[in-house]
């Protein structure tokens, strides 16, 4: 028997008791089925975490799936200047008949960009999720990139916030030749930070300012351009370059993630999203037409599917889903049994 040493690192989204404890066992869970090994043959474990986390010691999360006998140590982390923030790290002792060279180290979520080398030899996956607005896109996404351990990025929200760019500027949606010329002065940013995208226009943060349907409207305009989607094209293609990661949209499967591992194409019904959509209206309290919204989804569906360029398809090698009458549940295990099969894990 050798004592073997197996490093890892995730990032929590948010200082709370639940999602630190959540993330560590994430994390710890992965070790262990990566590497094949039983808890009983951990023999040690030394957590540590930034010191923007600060609710629970990690060490409680072993506890709770079953480690008991090895020894837990946490301590706070250095401060480092412009390092990952909200970063859980453990290294695992483990006692095995294996070498060290053999031990899977494990880079979650933010912390895969700590070693994209492990990452892209072991793991790195790339899933497409495309379907018009209101299909459970970004919910199931969401869900899933929880569940994986893995970034979800909101590509929609990028053409939102050329959208409100266009707004604030007066710019005619509408008009290609303006919104082409403009596109160069545009500064975005979009930063994942504890694994929530966060999108920055003009270095000012709009990632809820975009969420109106007046924004959807004009983000749909935009969309139509290609300059528009070029500039957007390329930083979505990086981003995925070297992290695992869950990408929505409209044209990721087809244009963005053309060999992405796994390919879903998500519809509902037409009244099933308005419905949808009222519901998140009516829970963040604002007033709605059920027919105005119907109305709108089904113009934005129609300039989607129609406009020249990477309009919304489903890719030929995409796998089909029609959520009318499924619960998110549903849906969100039958995407992560397709990933988990795409692996080969089950
Ligand atoms: O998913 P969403 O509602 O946030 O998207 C807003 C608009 O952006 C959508 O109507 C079309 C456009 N879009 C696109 O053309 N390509 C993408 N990959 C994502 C969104």
Known sequence: MNNCCIRGAI????NTRENILENTKILLEDIIKENNIEIKDISSILFTM??????????????????????????????????????????????????????????LKGAEKLRPDIVRKNKKINIAIDGPAGSGKSTIAKNVAKTLGILYADTGAMYRTVGIYCLKNVIDTNDETAGSEKMEDIDIEVRFEGGKQLIYLDKEDVTEKIRTQEVAAAASNVAKIG????????????????????MDG???????????????????????RAKRRCCELKEKGIEFEYEKIREEIIQRDNADKNRKISPLRKADDAILIDTSNMSIEEVTKKVTDIIYKAEGRR
């Open 11 to 14: 990032t929590a989204e948010e």
């Open 250 to 272: 409209r044209d990721i499967g087809t244009h963005v993630l053309p060999n992405a591992d796994v390919k879903i194409y998500m519809e509902a019904d037409v009244d099933e």
């Open 50 to 107: 930034t010191k923007d986390l600060d609710e629970v010691y990690p060490a409680v999360a072993a506890r709770e799936i079953g480690i008991t006998e090895a020894a837990l140590m946490c301590a706070c982390e250095l401060y480092i200047k412009n390092s990952l923030k909200m970063c859980i790290r453990v290294m695992v002792s483990v006692n095995t008949p294996l070498s060290q060279r053999d031990m899977k180290h494990s880079y």
């Open 227 to 246: 300059k528009v989607r070029e500039k957007l094209v390329e930083m979505q293609k990086k981003t995925a370059q070297t992290q695992s990661i869950i």
